[in-house]
């Protein structure tokens, strides 16, 4: 099995900055695609982010400019820079990873989510 743990969640005050951080482990052959959703409360979850093996990037428009996604392929981790920070920013965000875990087998797998609350 493969597990993911995000880290860097938080109270921000608006136009602030977080970096969250997201690191896989197990039984990982490669890491295809990597990701980050949202889900606010109330609200469905969104997709933010994600970046490809090759390291191509998408942004949903509401994130456009101010976020960053990032890998480091050594460490199975990626990254979530964000900045200036809005109250609808608030939410739980999740990582997803597209893992290779055997020759053939191929599954994405979700972290548990850590909370960003952005607010004065």
């Known amino acids: 099995q493969v597990q993911l743990v995000e880290s860097g969640g938080g109270l921000v005050q608006p136009g602030g900055s977080l970096r969250l951080s997201c690191a896989a482990s197990g039984i990982i052959v490669s890491i295809n695609a990597l990701g980050w959703y949202r889900q606010a409360p109330g609200k469905e979850r969104e997709l933010v982010s994600t970046i490809t093996s090759r390291g191509t990037t998408t942004y949903a428009d509401s994130v456009k400019g101010r976020f960053s996604i990032s890998r480091d392929n050594a460490k199975n981790t990626v990254y979530l820079q964000m900045n200036s920070l809005k109250p609808e920013d608030t939410a739980v965000y999740y990582c997803?990873?597209?893992?290779?875990?055997?020759?053939?087998?191929?599954?994405?797998?979700w972290g548990k989510g850590t909370l960003v609350t952005v607010s004065s």
């Open positions: 997803s990873a597209d893992v290779r875990t055997g020759p053939k087998n191929s599954m994405v797998f």
